[in-house]
C-alpha cells in the first residue's frame, strides 16, 4: 500500500504561481508512475500532468504545457507541480496519484493509488 498527501494549494490571484507537493509514504520502494490530476466543480476528473519513476519522462495535458512543470525529488517519493501563470480556468482540486502503468500517462485507469486532494483557487 501507499499513502499520498498533497499539500500546497490555497488561493491565488491570475497570473500567479503555486507549487504542490505529493509525499509519498507506504510501499515506496516500488518504481511508480506518478501523476497530477484535477477535478472542477461540475466536471470529471481530468489528467494534468505525470512523470516516470526516474524523472526523464514528462507528460502533460495541453492547456497546462508551458505553464506547469512535474518534477520528483531526489527520494523519488516526493512529486512537485509548480504552476505558474495560473488561470482561472485553473481552479480545481488536484490529486495526486502513483501507479504501476506506463503506457498511458493520461489514464486514471494506470494508477492504484490516490490522494485526497487539494484546493486550488484562482481569482481574477
Known amino acids: 500500500q501507499v499513502q499520498l498527501v498533497e499539500s500546497g494549494g490555497g488561493l491565488v490571484q491570475a497570473g500567479g504561481s503555486l507549487r504542490l507537493s505529493c509525499a509519498a509514504s507506504?510501499?515506496?520502494?516500488?518504481?511508480?508512475?506518478m501523476g497530477w490530476f484535477r477535478q472542477a466543480p461540475g466536471k470529471e476528473r481530468e489528467f494534468v500532468a505525470a512523470?516516470?519513476?526516474?524523472?526523464?519522462?514528462?507528460y502533460y495535458t495541453g492547456s497546462v504545457k508551458g505553464r506547469f512543470t512535474i518534477s520528483r525529488g531526489n527520494a523519488k517519493n516526493t512529486v512537485y507541480l509548480q504552476m505558474n501563470s495560473l488561470r482561472p480556468e485553473d481552479t480545481a482540486v488536484y490529486y495526486c496519484?502513483?501507479?504501476?502503468?506506463?503506457?498511458?500517462?493520461?489514464?486514471?485507469?494506470?494508477?492504484?493509488?490516490w490522494g485526497q486532494g487539494t484546493q486550488v483557487t484562482v481569482s481574477l
Open positions: 496519484a502513483a501507479g504501476g502503468g506506463s503506457y498511458y500517462p493520461n489514464r486514471e485507469y494506470e494508477y492504484d493509488y
Open positions: 507506504g510501499r515506496t520502494s516500488s518504481r511508480y508512475l
Open positions: 512523470i516516470n519513476w526516474s524523472g526523464d519522462s514528462t
